[in-house]
């Protein structure tokens, strides 16, 4: 198994910038498809990225495509969501997710109930 502990989160004016960390611990990432999570007080969590063990098929979801990018580094057991031009509907707690693969496979999973392992939450507050 694999915890994951996710760091990053804080207030930002619209336009600003931030970079949400997420550390794998207990098992190498590199065996898990990966998703970073958001959920709105009202709302139902949302994919904003999604990623397949083998690093071949990613999703952006519509609202954050051209504006979130994601990055990993292996050797840390970290992966990273760096959120630029922040509009106050990005608002959310982020979440980080894994779920563990068998074997190489080139799937990615936009629906949460898919994964295993999250981490424990943080805060993005977007508002001037």
């Known amino acids: 198994q694999v915890q994951l502990v996710e760091s990053g989160g804080g207030l930002v004016p619209p336009g600003g910038s931030l970079t949400l960390s997420c550390v794998g611990s207990?098992?190498?990432?590199?065996?898990?498809?990966i998703g970073w999570f958001r959920q709105a007080p009202g709302k139902e969590r949302e994919a904003v990225f999604c990623?397949?063990?083998?690093?071949?098929?990613?999703y952006y979801a519509p609202s954050v495509k051209g504006r979130f990018t994601f990055s990993r580094d292996s050797a840390k057991n970290t992966v990273y969501l760096h959120m630029n031009s922040l509009k106050p509907e990005d608002t959310a707690v982020y979440y980080c997710?894994?779920?563990?693969?068998?074997?190489?496979?080139?799937?990615?999973?936009?629906?949460?109930?898919?994964?295993?392992?999250w981490g424990q939450g943080t805060q993005v507050t977007v508002s001037s």
């Open positions: 990623i397949s063990d083998t690093g071949n098929n990613t």
């Open positions: 997710a894994a779920k563990y693969e068998a074997v190489y496979a080139t799937e990615y999973y936009t629906d949460h109930e898919e994964y295993d392992y």
């Open positions: 207990g098992y190498s990432l590199d065996f898990y498809a």
